[in-house]
């Protein structure tokens, strides 16, 4: 194994000079360097920061990439994005992902899925696919399989309105959570740009106590949301139910069947994903679809999900192992009759790379987007988005660049939560506060 700073020779030459056939097949350059940009978004839509970095070749060629949801300071992510680069990825041929993936993976004597490792190298790895179809003039979608799909459906969580229109004072926005008229409102107004789907979480607040079993009074106003939310769709559109993985086995149950008669696409992580046995018993227990997978890395941990009855899949490429384990992950949701929606509550970097992913598999259902002018700005020239559809990119690989103005513009915050924010008191099964309400000054 190398050691900090050695560099891997290339696979291509580490124990025969390949014949001249065989050297037109491959890359002749190599991964040189990387640099890592943290910018934090303002109102902290899509995290507490944004991870991305530039990956630059010998010849002076660059990809970018991005991470997703490292559980540290920024500053101690950036940190972790160095280390495994000199240790374990520079000097390689950017084509060979396969061979970076499980160097990384075996990395420390480890060899299983590790959320913050994986995060580190999916960054990465989409980085070489970017630089990967730059050198070859392609798209990334076209390197793994062709075009499917022209064009991607995408759904939106229902932000309050100051996400969309930064002239507009966050302390005045309605709580599109908790309010079921506020929800529909803001239903209308995504419908009015063209979407025909929207998620909205109004369970309660995030705990770290686990799965714990909700109130009546956060049952009741779950399913007032989804009639308020329904009744503004009618048949137009698709209601997406996310729970964050809050809820008790039983609890869950309890919900699913309070839900059903709204018809939601999908159930999104109904118990902790630590709690995949416990899955089982939803799935079994409801007509709604479940889905899960933001917080999944590797198609190890997505098999035990399909295992227990999961209907629609959710990698985030920003944390899943990168592009090519993504595809892997689809590919085996199709052998399970299972949909592929990937997760994007990040930047538009992991966007573009899950994008590509998505218009080249057959199973692929919709796309997460967040379409607020920091995330349209934060790269030059975004992907096209119409009518809440993205189109299929034409660009060579990944297709985007980063804007180091807008990066520049909003710093690193280190007071910002690492991602989103945990409530640190244990709850009670008859809890009545919001989050807003448990965080207020006592």
């Known amino acids: 194994m190398a050691e900090p700073g050695q560099r891997y020779p290339a696979n291509t030459t580490d124990y025969h000079s390949p014949g001249p056939e065989y050297r037109l097949q491959c890359l002749p350059m190599r991964l040189e360097s990387v640099s890592c940009h943290l910018t934090s978004p303002p109102g902290g839509i899509g995290g507490g920061y944004l991870l991305l970095l530039e990956v630059v070749t010998d010849d002076g060629m660059v990809g970018v990439g991005e991470c997703y949801g490292i559980p540290f300071d920024g500053n101690v992510a950036v940190s972790m994005v160095e280390?495994?680069?000199?240790?374990?990825?520079?000097?390689?041929?950017p084509n060979n992902v396969e061979a970076m993936f499980?160097?990384?993976?075996?990395?420390?004597?480890?060899?299983?899925?590790?959320?913050?490792?994986?995060?580190?190298?999916?960054?990465?790895?989409?980085?070489?696919?970017?630089?990967?179809?730059?050198?070859?003039?392609?798209?990334?979608?076209?390197?793994?399989?062709?075009?499917?799909?022209p064009k991607l459906r995408t759904y939106t969580y229902l932000f309050p309105p100051s996400a969309h229109d930064p002239s507009l004072d966050p302390g005045d926005d309605p709580d599109v959570y908790h309010d079921p008229q506020a929800a529909a409102d803001q239903t209308s107004y995504y419908l009015s740009l063209g979407f025909t789907a929207v998620k909205q979480d109004p369970v309660g607040p995030y705990s770290f106590q686990g799965?714990?079993?909700?109130?009546?009074?956060?049952?009741?106003?779950?399913?007032?949301?989804?009639?308020?939310?329904?009744?503004?769709?009618?048949?137009?559109?698709?209601?997406?139910?996310g729970t964050h993985g809050q809820m008790s086995t039983g609890s869950a149950i309890r919900l699913a069947s309070r839900l059903e008669p709204y018809d939601p696409l999908w159930l999104e992580e109904p118990c902790p994903p630590d709690q995949l046995f416990s899955l089982r018993r939803i799935c079994q227990s409801t007509t709604i679809p479940i889905a899960t997978g933001e917080r999944l890395t590797t198609a190890v941990e997505f098999k035990a999900a399909l295992d227990a009855g999961v209907a629609v899949v959710q990698p985030d490429i920003g944390r899943v192992g990168g592009v090519w384990e993504m595809r892997k992950v689809a590919s085996l949701a199709g052998l399970y009759n299972a949909q592929?929606?990937?997760?994007?509550?990040?930047?538009?970097?992991?966007?573009?790379?899950?994008?590509?992913?998505?218009?080249?598999?057959?199973?692929?259902?919709?796309?997460?987007?967040?379409?607020?002018?920091?995330?349209?700005?934060?790269?030059?020239?975004?992907?096209?988005?119409?009518?809440?559809?993205?189109y299929c990119p034409n660009r060579p690989g990944l297709g985007v660049q980063l804007n180091h103005d807008t990066i520049a513009a909003n710093p690193y915050r280190p007071d910002r939560p690492l991602h989103l924010n945990m409530t640190n008191v244990a709850l009670p099964s008859d809890n009545t506060k919001t989050v807003n309400e448990l965080q207020a000054p006592s």
């Open 83 to 93: 280390d495994v680069f000199e240790r374990f990825i520079a000097g390689e041929e």
């Open 102 to 149: 499980r160097r990384v993976y075996s990395a420390g004597f480890t060899q299983r899925p590790d959320i913050s490792l994986m995060g580190v190298f999916s960054g990465i790895e989409m980085a070489c696919w970017d630089i990967v179809g730059k050198a070859l003039d392609r798209p990334v979608w076209a390197l793994l399989g062709g075009r499917f799909h």
């Open 211 to 241: 799965g714990r079993e909700l109130s009546s009074i956060e049952l009741e106003r779950s399913v007032a949301n989804a009639a308020a939310i329904r009744q503004v769709l009618a048949d137009q559109g698709d209601l997406l139910f």
């Open 340 to 390: 592929l929606a990937p997760h994007i509550y990040c930047g538009p970097v992991a966007h573009a790379a899950a994008a590509h992913v998505s218009v080249a598999c057959p199973n692929f259902l919709i796309l997460e987007t967040i379409q607020t002018p920091f995330h349209r700005n934060l790269v030059v020239d975004p992907l096209p988005w119409h009518d809440g559809y993205l």
